[in-house]
Structure formats: C-alpha cells, structure tokens
C-alpha cells in the first residue's frame, strides 16, 4: 500500500525559505521509473506543478519557480525534501506531494499541507 | 499561468453525459500524453485518466478520456450526484530545454 505525507511548517514570512519533507511508504525510490513529485494549489485556485525527482536523481522544475526550487531525495529515509526561497503571500497554499511510475503520473498525492506565508 | 485551458464549469442531470474539454499546444497536448485527474471537494487529487485514454484500476468505465490534435476531452457518461468535483487535464510540456508538467485551469462538474 503506497502512502504519502506532507510535513512542515504551518506558517512562514515574507522572504524566508520554507522546507517541506515528504515521507512516503509502499514504495522505493531507487526503483527504476518511479518519482515523486510536489504540487500545489492556493485557496479556491487551480493545481500548480512545481518539481519531480526521478528514481535515477534527475530532476524537473516548474519554470516559472525554478530559481527558487530544490527538490531532493533520501532513499533509505524514503523522504523526498522541497525547499522554496523567498517565500512571498502569492505562495499561500495547500502543498501535496505525489508519486509517479512509469506513465502512472501522480497516482497517489499525500494529504496535502497548507502553507500561509504571512507576517 | 497554465498553458492548457479548460472550460471553467460543466453541468448535467443525473443519467446524462457531460464533455470537459482541454486546449493545448503542439509542445503539450500535440506531443504527449494526457492525464485528467478528479478532485472532489476538500480532498486530495485522484489520477482518473493516464496515457489519454487509459483508466486506473478501480476507476469506473463511465469515464473516458480521448485526444485529436492540440486538445483532449474527458467524458463522464450516467452522471452521477458523486461525480461532483473540479476536473483538472494534465501534460509534459516540451517547449524549453527541460520539460516541465502543467495542469489545466480546471473544470467545476456541478450535478444538477
């Protein structure tokens, strides 16, 4: 049974870096085609796709959010980290984590976790 | 800013069938697979659609996923009160150097 959860801080300010961990089970990520990705979607908004590590340690990044991304793995942890710098109020948001395989993108998302970027 | 647009409401009665449409570009759409996912109301995404047109294990065959060109369309066949919930297409998008994963602007399913 493949589980993902989100894990971090409720509540940053402007201009800090948050760091977001999620620690998933079921799976391994050092098994070849699997990844885990982070999504994200603020209030009353659409979904937004950030970063995607593979099982390989290649990574992919939003564009628009690039400079401001890492996405890293730990495998015998089964822990993949996000930071984002700079936080901003724009970045307020619900944050999900999700696994991949193969061409099964995102077939399971953790529970999600928000994030308020507030003063 | 999302590069696939998609309707922003849809709606139906019971028993009927509803059309969700989803505009990309030759660099998304026109190049690669598509995935639709179902978001109901407080809860997480769920994959419905991956590969244009192929459903997880457990998904109902009243939905279905298809693509022509530049575009894609998911349909929700007997319309159910549970089917309820925003829509999203998803794609890789190829246009720079690295490709990137974009989702669609979403679709509100209201079941009238």
């Known amino acids: 049974q493949i589980t993902l959860k989100e894990s971090g801080p409720t509540l940053v300010k402007p201009t800090q870096t948050l760091t977001l961990t999620c620690t998933f089970s079921?799976?391994?990520?050092?098994?070849?085609?699997?990844?885990v990705g982070w999504i994200r979607q603020p209030p009353g908004k659409a979904l937004e796709w950030l970063a995607l590590i593979y099982w390989d340690d290649d990574k992919r990044y939003s564009p628009s959010l690039k400079s401001r991304l890492t996405i890293t793995k730990d495998t015998s942890e089964k822990q993949v980290v996000l930071t984002m710098t700079n936080m901003d109020p724009v970045d307020t948001a619900t944050y999900y984590c999700?696994?991949?395989?193969?061409?099964?993108?995102?077939?399971?998302w953790g529970q999600g976790t928000l994030v308020t970027v507030s003063s | 800013q999302s590069v696939l647009t998609q309707p922003p409401s849809a709606s139906g009665t019971p028993g009927q069938r509803v059309t969700i449409s989803c505009s990309g570009s030759?660099?998304?759409?026109?190049?690669?697979?598509v995935y639709w996912y179902q978001q109901l109301p407080g809860t997480a995404p769920k994959l419905l659609i991956y590969r244009n047109n192929q459903r997880p294990s457990g998904v109902p065959d009243r939905f279905s996923g298809s693509k022509s060109g530049t575009s894609a369309s998911l349909a929700i066949s007997g319309l159910r009160s549970e089917d309820e919930a925003d829509y999203y297409c998803?794609?890789?998008?190829?246009?720079?150097?690295?490709?990137?994963?974009?989702f669609g602007t979403g679709t509100k399913v209201t079941v009238l």
């Open positions: 999700a696994h991949r395989s193969g061409d099964l993108h995102f077939d399971y």
């Open positions: 030759s660099s998304n759409i026109g190049g690669n697979y």
């Open positions: 079921g799976f391994s990520l050092s098994t070849s085609g699997v990844g």
């Open positions: 998803a794609a890789w998008d190829d246009s720079l150097s690295s490709p990137y994963y974009v």
